[in-house]
C-alpha cells in the first residue's frame, strides 16, 4: 500500500539549502520510479527530479541542473531531494510522485500514480 508523506519544506533566504523527504510509511517504495513535482500558484504541476528505483538513474530538469539533487534509500522507503543555491523562483509546493518502472523516468505527471501532500518552499529575497 502506497502513502507517500512529504516533509521538510519552509521558509528561506535565497541562496539557502533545504532537504524534502518523501516517505511511504506503510510500506516499501519497492521497484518505482520516484519523481518530484513542484506546483506554483496559478500554474500547472511541474517536474523537478526522477530516480530509478536502484537509484543509478537520475534526471533533473533544466532549470534545477546544478543545484538540486535527488536519492533515495530504499531501506528507509524513502526519497529526498536536496536543494541548494535557492531562489524566488523555486517557491512552490513539493510533491512526491511513484510510477511504475515503464516509460523510465518520465516528466509529465500524468504518468505517475500516487502523490503525496506536499509541502511548502518558499524563498525570500
Known amino acids: 500500500q502506497v502513502h507517500l508523506v512529504e516533509s521538510g519544506g519552509g521558509l528561506v533566504q535565497v541562496g539557502d539549502s533545504l532537504r524534502l523527504s518523501c516517505e511511504n510509511p506503510?510500506?516499501?517504495?519497492?521497484?518505482?520510479?520516484m519523481g518530484w513535482f513542484r506546483q506554483a500558484p496559478g500554474k500547472e504541476r511541474e517536474f523537478v527530479a526522477a530516480?530509478?528505483?536502484?537509484?543509478?538513474?537520475?534526471s533533473y530538469a533544466d532549470s534545477v541542473k546544478g543545484r538540486f539533487t535527488i536519492s533515495r534509500d530504499n531501506a528507509k522507503n524513502s526519497v529526498y531531494l536536496q536543494m541548494n543555491s535557492l531562489k524566488p523562483e523555486d517557491t512552490a509546493v513539493y510533491y512526491c510522485?511513484?510510477?511504475?518502472?515503464?516509460?523510465?523516468?518520465?516528466?509529465?505527471?500524468?504518468?505517475?500514480?500516487?502523490w503525496g501532500q506536499g509541502t511548502q518552499v518558499t524563498v525570500s529575497s
Open positions: 510522485g511513484i510510477k511504475g518502472p515503464r516509460g523510465g523516468l518520465q516528466p509529465n505527471p500524468e504518468w505517475y500514480d500516487y
Open positions: 506503510r510500506g516499501t517504495l519497492g521497484r518505482f520510479v
Open positions: 530516480i530509478t528505483w536502484s537509484g543509478g538513474g537520475t
